[in-house]
């Protein structure tokens, strides 16, 4: 009987051809060099994987155990890729790629992945922001029990919505003036929910991390309750090894 291939990631370096972790459906995972890149695999039990919460956590943690075994340099592949056999990884990623892997290698070589999320109570920094501003506090306590024209709804929504955003880009500023110096490049993505307000990546040396673990916590201390702050510093580098 064929046996399927669930590909996990692409590393440079040779590999243990065995590892002490399981993979998707409990089984085993191995890796195989593949016209001179390690791929770290297991069989696959099923010709389409569900993107099931649990099987997302399972096929990360392949790669973060892979990473704590020391193999820091990898690039993860995309969730679900099931191939029939190798010949079809080198007709159809090697050959076609190669280039491209390598200068992916290069740039993730001595680098890591972190990621920073930051998000707020937009209601409470709302009444925060009018008992600060007197001048917005009296424009709108002024238009309290009046019946008001569109134009006045729209004008005041917007004055309010602009020194929102304005308080906004203060908090994400200190986040950026602190961190962005310790990095070798960022990716900011859009926010993943209403109350966040911030959402990048970075991509730093692997031995600063505890440096910039601590520029978080010290940013974290200053607004207090103010905010909510994910760090996430273990992770495959998925938002810096994108092939185009």
Request: glycine share 4%; hydrophobic share 40%; aromatic share 12%.
């Amino acid at each position: 009987m064929d046996i399927s291939l669930y590909l996990y990631g692409i590393f440079p370096d040779p590999m243990p051809t065995t590892f002490p972790f399981k993979g998707l459906d409990l089984q085993p995972v191995y890796s195989q060099v593949v016209d001179g890149f390690t791929f770290l695999y297991s069989e696959a039990k099923q010709e389409k994987y569900l993107a099931s919460r649990r099987n997302l956590i399972t096929h990360e943690k392949v790669l973060e155990q892979a990473m704590q075994e020391g193999f820091h340099t990898l690039l993860p592949l995309r969730f679900g890729l099931v191939v029939k056999n190798w010949e079809t990884v080198i007709t159809q990623l090697m050959q076609p790629y190669r280039e491209s892997l390598q200068d992916l290698f290069k740039k993730l070589a001595g680098r890591r992945e972190v990621s920073v999320k930051i998000l707020w109570d937009s209601k409470s920094e709302l009444q925060a922001m009018m008992e600060s501003n007197q001048y917005l506090k009296q424009q709108r306590d002024q238009m309290e029990g009046k019946v008001l024209s569109m134009e006045e709804v729209i004008q005041i929504g917007q004055l309010i919505e602009s020194n929102l955003v304005a308080r906004k880009q203060s908090i994400i500023q200190v986040f950026l003036d602190e961190l962005n110096p310790l990095a070798d490049e960022i990716v900011e993505s859009e926010p993943m929910m209403e109350e966040m307000i911030y959402n990048a990546a970075f991509l730093i040396p692997w031995e600063i991390e505890s440096l910039f673990s601590e520029r978080v916590e010290e940013i974290d201390k200053k607004f207090g309750d103010r905010l909510r702050i994910r760090y996430n510093n273990f992770t495959a580098p998925y938002t810096f090894s994108q092939l185009y």
